[in-house]
């Protein structure tokens, strides 16, 4: 599953709301990452991918990804500490990764941080 689209942070707190119906009793929100189409919550437990399907986008994908399922992750940019970078998530049931681009709007090794707290070691 790759996706490659420009991301920017969003308030957890507000999309909580928004997204009760897909957390579990106690899970928390720590980030939440806006995409033209698509979301990416990062809870305590799990990444959860809502994805918009088809060209209206009229149904919708909620992919739940627990930590443990991730087997590696990376980010590439153009050089140290850079604004624009890619991050790249494999997990154990995908033969490719899972890509998002990241630009001035959000900060990618934030999202590094948060995989390196929550994947198991």
């Known amino acids: 599953m790759a996706r490659s689209d420009t991301a920017h942070s969003t308030d957890p707190a507000r999309l909580r709301q928004e997204y009760a119906r897909l957390l579990g009793d ?3 929100v720590h980030a939440v990452y806006r995409l033209s189409r698509d979301t990416v919550l990062f809870t305590d437990l799990r990444l959860i991918l809502v994805s918009a399907v088809g060209v209206t986008g009229k149904k919708w994908e909620y992919h739940s990804i627990p930590y443990r399922d991730v087997s590696h992750f990376c980010v590439t940019a153009t050089s140290a500490f850079a604004a624009d970078a890619e ?8 033969a490719g990764s899972i890509e998002y681009t990241f630009s001035d709007g959000a900060d990618v090794y934030e999202v590094q941080a948060l995989l390196a707290r929550f994947v198991p070691r």
């Open 26 to 28: 106690d899970e928390q």
């Open 87 to 94: 991050l790249h998530i494999w997990t154990t049931s995908a």
